[in-house]
Every structure is written in structure tokens, then in C-alpha cells.
């Protein structure tokens, strides 16, 4: 059966935006008494909400978090965003191809997509199609999210393809009962545990159409 939805994760997948957040992040953490540098974020919260990431830290510093530490958290991602987002190398030329439609769904937040897409100029690909974990009941590792914009997109989840980078968004496509195709570009990757779960890892977008059956 042939595919006919390609659901992109955000962050990592679309946009070279990890080391970023995890930047800022670690920064965040920092004024308020929790040091953790960039790569001990990523390997702790890498996948994860923004909520469940404050749960978290929350639980590794003894309390929770200090109200309002969400907001500054945003603001400050934001900022950096809208001055060092860009595409991770490929993409443009990867969703310029796509015979079939294409969409976003993502554990982060709706307006952290929207500043980051728009800020990589990848916005014109995907607007109007971007689904975020905020409007499911349950976050990545559940399917919600993508079963969610299979539904929207009117596509039954046999016919999508999944593009992660993350054991946790692999989890979800492949418990929504889809291809799970797993980018491994970045420096910071789990190829071994991505494919232990069942994903098609790849190194550069241009292998994905020929590996998606496009090419």
C-alpha cells in the first residue's frame, strides 16, 4: 500500500533547533539554581514536553519549578528562535518534492512551532497543517498526536509515513501503526535504540524520498 501523508516532527526533523533549545534551556535552569549544561538537558528531556520537561526538572531539583518559569522559558526560546532558527539541511529541497501532502506534529509547543518554522522559512510548506501534542490528550510517547493529524489530514494511519529523531516520537508513530523513518544527521542521535524500536534510520534528507518509495 502506497503512502500518502508524510507527518514531520518539528524540532530536529525540520528545523536545527534542538541545540538551541537545549541552550536555553540550560540557561533557564541555571537562574534558578539548577545546573545542567546543553548535552545533560538533551539527554535528559530530549523528546518531551514542555510541560512533562518542567515536571521533570521540577522533580531533579526537589521542588517544582518557580510559577512564571514557563513563560520565561518561551519568551527567551522564542527569542533565539526568531534569530537562529534555519532549516536542517535538505529540507527545502526534501518538501519542495513530496508528491503527496505533508504535515508537522510535535510534542512542543503551537507557538514554538510557528516561531521556528517561520523564522527557518519552512512556514510556506506547512501552514495551516501543524498539530501540536497541546491539542491531544497524551503527549509523544502516545500516538494521540499523530493519530490526531491523520485524522485531520483524512488519511488512515496505514497510509502515513512518520519522520523522527527521537526514541520517544518513534514510540508514538509506531503505536499509531505507522512507517516510522528515523533522521540520525545530528550529532546527538540514538540511531542503536531507533532501531531496535522498528524505525528506518537515515543520514541526509535526500535519501528519504527513495526510502518513502517517491524515487
Known sequence: MGLSLVIFDCDGVLIDSEPIANRIFSEQLAKIGLHMTPEEVWRVFVGNS????????????????????????????????????????GVPELLRSLPVPCC???NGEPTH??????????????????????????PKPAPDVYL???????????????????????????????????????PMNQRAELERLGATPFTHMRELPRLLGFA
Open 104 to 106: 508537522v506534529a510535535s
Open 50 to 89: 514542555r510541560d512533562r520537561c518542567i515536571e521533570m526538572a521540577g522533580e531533579i531539583r526537589g521542588e517544582p519549578l518557580p510559577e512564571g518559569f514557563a513563560k520565561m522559558w518561551d519568551d527567551a526560546l522564542h527569542r533565539a528562535l526568531d534569530v537562529e532558527a534555519r532549516p536542517v539541511e
Open 113 to 138: 512551532m510557528q516561531r521556528g518554522l517561520g523564522a527557518a522559512g519552512l512556514m510556506p510548506f506547512v501552514e495551516g497543517r501543524l498539530f501540536s501534542a497541546a491539542e491531544v490528550a497524551h
Open 148 to 186: 490526531h493529524a491523520a485524522r485531520r489530514m483524512g488519511v488512515p494511519p496505514a497510509r502515513c509515513a512518520v519522520v523522527e529523531d527521537t526514541p520517544t516520537g518513534a514510540r508514538a508513530g509506531l503505536a499509531a501503526g505507522m512507517r516510522v523513518f528515523a533522521y540520525v544527521g545530528s
